[in-house]
């Protein structure tokens, strides 16, 4: 998705940040609500770990594992004007949605994501569409779900949850509580859609990414759960995150795989990659890098990275530590498809 970005409550714990802010350090296992962030035996022991079935036997097939690539580049590319929300196109266009969803299902991706990264209630009420969540959620996992079957039902459905569009207090006005129930929501609604696995993407801030993950366990306490931060300032997130932090927090809230998308490209993410695989030598690691740095070009972001070089670049981030590799913004199935030649090989 061509995406935007964006801390718990009690407040911060931990070290303190480079920068001087304090965030999530050490001590966050030991401080951990497991009411609200389950641990495995817990979440396992609720349904017998049905509701993350699937996603815990793709990760046990070994080898890499190829995710998608970019939404909202495809979208631009078919119409969508810039400004205007691509989740309603889950609605209005679907056959374009499905046709998107084909085209890395066909170039091998085995995790695939739903129009729906700003398909929360705020970003929605942006466009008087706060009262369409439900349907809207819904019915893009709906979408994603007939291209899935229809090719042969061996790739997993990501219920796609990025930022809230609003920065979480103390920082700024969004309550924690209000955050946590905003993205419970479309959780909920992606799930009553049928996807296999929620995936939060694109975040800067531990407040809000935290903010997510309870929601998720509000709406299921046991589906399986990727967590990706966006590393674009210098190897941190723009709120001041760095890997090693990014990795502990959501290992201790209960993440099943962690890692970075966005940014500024694969060199940007390697890097996170290998100190994230230092930090957590067991964490199933994810990379999910832009098509290059991006350039402005009439008033719109381009991506100079080709297919061939980001084949070399997913073998990188394979070879960094990454378990599950993708792309994001200015990639296409044929950038994937070239990922997969990369990556395939190696199993």
Known sequence: MDRSRRPGRGGHDGALERNGRETPGAAVAETVDRAAFPDVAARHAIDGGAASARFRALLEEGGPILADGAMGTMLFAAGLQFGDPPEVWNLTQPEVIRRVHRGYLDAGSRIVMTNTFGGNRLRLGLHGLEERVDEINRTA????????????????????????????????TLEYEEAVEVFREQAASLIAGGVDLIWIETMSDLNEIKAAVEGVRRASPSIGLIT???FDTRGYTMMGVSPEQAVEALSAWGADAIGGNCGNGPDELIPVIARMRAAAP???????????????????AVYRADPATMAVQAAAMRDAGA?????????????????????????
Do not use: F, Q, Y
């Open 141 to 172: 996992a709906i979408l994603v779900r007939a291209e899935v079957t229809a090719a042969g039902g061996h790739a997993l459905v990501a219920g796609d949850i990025g930022p809230s569009g609003e920065i979480v207090a103390p920082l700024g």
């Open 228 to 230: 990706t931060m966006t």
């Open 282 to 300: 067991d964490a199933v690691l994810v990379a999910k890098s832009n098509a290059g740095m991006p350039e402005l070009v009439d008033m719109r």
């Open 323 to 347: 378990t599950i590799v993708g792309a994001c913004c200015g990639s296409t199935p044929e950038h994937l498809r070239a990922m997969a030649g990369a990556l395939l090989p190696a199993l």
